[in-house]
C-alpha cells in the first residue's frame, strides 16, 4: 500500500508538471504572434507606424518593427494599450490634445482604446476611452483623432496578423465580404483643406511670417504683424506622406532645421525636396473654429511660438505638444 501511494502522487506530480510546461509553451507561442499591423480600410496601403519618429500611417516596408502593435489588455476593462514593438515604451494616447506615441502613465485613459466593430466584416474603429468622441481616422489625410462620420472608411481598420508584401495586400484577421454585399471603396481623394492661407497664432493674433520676405534657404520663421503681404502667405499642400506648408514668396518649405528633434529647435524656409523630407512634413490636428494645431512628423512636436511672446520678431519652432488650450501652439489657418 505503501509503494502504491508513492507511485499515485508521483503520477499526479508528473501530470502537473506536464501541463505547467504546456501551459508555458502556449503563452510563449501566443505571446510570439501577439504582434498586428493596423491597416487602414480606405487607403489599404496606410498602416500606422513610428519608423520617422511621430506616429503616423503611411506605406512600410514588410520588416518594420515600427509598424507592428501589441494590443494590451487594461485590467478590470474591455479597454487595450496599443504598444509599438519597436519601441515598447511607446503607446497610442491624446493626454496633450493631439494623437501621438510616446511615454504612458498607468492610469491614463487617454492611452486606452475601445475596439469596435464597424459594418463590413473584419474591420474594427478605435475610440478613446477618455474622449469617447475621439476615433483614429485618416479622413483629412493624415493619421489622427477626432470625431467621424458612421460610415467613414478611414476610420476603419484591420487587424492584420500576416506581414505585408511589397506586391499584395496585407491579410486580414477576417475574410473580406462577398463583393455582392459591399460597395467599392470610394475613390482616393486630396484632402478638402488644401489651400493658401495666413496662419496666424491665436495668442498673439500676429502671422507667420518669413522674414524680411527674404528668398534665400535657411531664412527663419518669425511671428508679426499681419499686413497681408506674400512672405504671410502659406500654401498646404498634401504630398501623400503630409503636408507640405509652402512660403508663396519663395516657393519654399517650412521646415524644422537640421531634422533636429529637440524642444527649440527653429522653422525656416529650405528648397523642398519631397515626400521623403520628414521635417517638411506637417500633421494638421483640426481643432474646429478654423484653428490647428501642426505637428512636424519627424519628432511628433508642435509649431511653437517662443515664450508664448506676442510681439513682432519673436522666433518660430518647434516643441513639445501641451494641448489644444497651449495657445501659442494653435493657429488660426485663414483661407485666402
Known sequence: MKTGHITHLTFWRFLAIALLACLSLGSVTVHAQNFTWLQNRWKPDQFIHIEHGAVQAGPIQPGWHSAQWVLEGVAGTTNVRIRN?????????????????????????????????????GFQRLRNRWKPDQYLHIEFGTLTSGPIQGGAWSS????????????????????????????????????????????VAAHSARCLDVEGAALANDVRLIQWRCQGSANQVFQLRWVGTGYHLIAEHSNKCVSISNVGMQDGQYAHQWDCLGNAQPNQLWQVQWLGQGKAQLTAVHSGKCLDVSGAQVGDRVKVQQWQCLGANQMNQVWHMQRL
Open 156 to 199: 476603419m481598420w484591420t487587424f492584420a496578423q500576416q506581414a505585408p508584401v511589397a506586391t499584395a495586400p496585407v491579410g486580414n484577421v477576417a475574410p473580406p465580404p462577398p463583393p455582392v454585399t459591399v460597395a467599392p471603396p470610394p475613390p482616393p481623394q486630396q484632402p478638402r483643406f488644401e489651400g493658401r492661407y495666413n496662419v
Open 85 to 121: 514593438r519597436w519601441k515598447s515604451d511607446q503607446v497610442l494616447h491624446i493626454e496633450n490634445g493631439n494623437l501621438q506615441a510616446g511615454q504612458a502613465q498607468p492610469g491614463w485613459w487617454s492611452a486606452m482604446w475601445i475596439i469596435e466593430g464597424a459594418a463590413g466584416g
